[in-house]
């Protein structure tokens, strides 16, 4: 079972502890410097450009590209997910360019996770439909496959159509990890069909259960290597329970899941990296170098 962070400090909603809203650049790094020390396969950012006031699931969303090419240059072995990209908003190629330059630069280190989208105030303000975000999402999922590691590229689609296009640079991973949101049967599909895995949304924003993970993913017959995304529907306290710690992840395992983003409790950034440093040891995470600092 690999694991990666939830971040915190790039989101901010009402039940976040009040350490992260004063917190910068310096704590960000550091969060990074050690999840990369201890082991952790990735990190996290949400993709929001701007939200009604009041929202729910909060106001501050740190941009990802921005932000994961900041952290980049300051981690070695990380891996960056965007959890999630909303695909409507963005041409193939903008992605292809702007995170396969990412790809480039951090050594092989993106894994793109990506969503069709459902706050449609927002869709709204940035002129995007709303309606036929399903298979313009869809459309958009294949012509990425046939752009994002290539220098000369083509496609042809209902959405999306390009020809002998230069993307220079791009991605060096041959095949870039798409993995797909969303905790809908139709989600699951699209990323069997058009993925590489399935990220479902965190139980406390409506995602399943590890029960009915398990139901959902026994309906399909998975490609080889397909990664499955599993975050619990609690914070964790590695320091004070690490017991339960082996049990979230026994759980998640019967549920299919292959990688684990991990929630902590935590008090202040000290705190929060002491749980990172307490699960670690506990999960069996093995640091060890994908590139040069």
């Given at each position: 079972m690999k694991a990666g962070i939830s971040s915190p400090i790039v989101a901010l909603a009402g039940n976040r502890p009040a350490w992260e809203a004063g917190a910068g650049t310096a704590e960000l790094v550091r969060v990074a410097q050690?999840?990369?020390?201890?082991?952790?396969?990735f990190m996290t950012c949400g993709d929001h450009v701007a939200v009604p006031p009041g929202l729910p699931r909060g106001e501050r969303f740190y941009d990802p590209l921005a932000t994961f090419s900041f952290l980049a240059g300051r981690t070695r072995r990380l891996r960056f997910l965007p959890y999630v990209l909303v695909l409507p908003f963005y041409h193939p190629l903008e992605i292809a360019?702007?995170?396969?330059?990412?790809?480039?630069?951090?050594?092989g280190r993106l894994v793109l996770g990506?969503?069709?989208?459902?706050?449609?105030?927002?869709?709204?303000?940035?002129?995007v439909p709303f309606a036929d975000r399903g298979?313009?999402?869809d459309d958009a999922l294949r012509a990425l496959r046939a752009a994002l590691s290539g220098r000369v590229v083509s496609y042809e689609g209902p959405y999306y159509a390009f020809r002998d296009m230069v993307v220079d640079p791009h991605a060096v991973q041959s095949r870039v990890p798409m993995w797909i949101g969303g905790h809908s049967e139709r989600a699951l599909r699209r990323a069997v069909t058009l993925g590489d895995g399935w990220a479902p949304a965190p139980q406390s924003f409506r995602g399943p259960t590890p029960e009915l993970m398990r139901r959902m993913?026994?309906?399909?017959?998975?490609?080889e290597g397909f990664d499955v995304l599993l975050t619990p529907g609690e914070r964790?306290?590695?320091?004070?329970?690490?017991?339960?710690v082996h049990e979230i992840i026994a759980t998640a395992a019967e549920a299919g899941a292959t990688q684990l983003n991990l929630t902590v409790r935590h008090e202040s950034l000290a705190h929060y990296l002491e749980q990172l440093e307490a699960f670690a040891e506990t999960a069996g995470l093995e640091s060890g170098p994908r590139g040069d600092l």
């Amino acid at each position: 079972m690999k694991a990666g962070i939830s971040s915190p400090i790039v989101a901010l909603a009402g039940n976040r502890p009040a350490w992260e809203a004063g917190a910068g650049t310096a704590e960000l790094v550091r969060v990074a410097q050690t999840a990369d020390r201890l082991g952790f396969e990735f990190m996290t950012c949400g993709d929001h450009v701007a939200v009604p006031p009041g929202l729910p699931r909060g106001e501050r969303f740190y941009d990802p590209l921005a932000t994961f090419s900041f952290l980049a240059g300051r981690t070695r072995r990380l891996r960056f997910l965007p959890y999630v990209l909303v695909l409507p908003f963005y041409h193939p190629l903008e992605i292809a360019k702007r995170y396969g330059t990412l790809d480039h630069l951090s050594g092989g280190r993106l894994v793109l996770g990506f969503g069709v989208g459902n706050l449609k105030e927002e869709f709204d303000m940035l002129g995007v439909p709303f309606a036929d975000r399903g298979p313009r999402a869809d459309d958009a999922l294949r012509a990425l496959r046939a752009a994002l590691s290539g220098r000369v590229v083509s496609y042809e689609g209902p959405y999306y159509a390009f020809r002998d296009m230069v993307v220079d640079p791009h991605a060096v991973q041959s095949r870039v990890p798409m993995w797909i949101g969303g905790h809908s049967e139709r989600a699951l599909r699209r990323a069997v069909t058009l993925g590489d895995g399935w990220a479902p949304a965190p139980q406390s924003f409506r995602g399943p259960t590890p029960e009915l993970m398990r139901r959902m993913l026994d309906r399909h017959d998975l490609p080889e290597g397909f990664d499955v995304l599993l975050t619990p529907g609690e914070r964790l306290d590695p320091v004070g329970d690490p017991g339960r710690v082996h049990e979230i992840i026994a759980t998640a395992a019967e549920a299919g899941a292959t990688q684990l983003n991990l929630t902590v409790r935590h008090e202040s950034l000290a705190h929060y990296l002491e749980q990172l440093e307490a699960f670690a040891e506990t999960a069996g995470l093995e640091s060890g170098p994908r590139g040069d600092l």
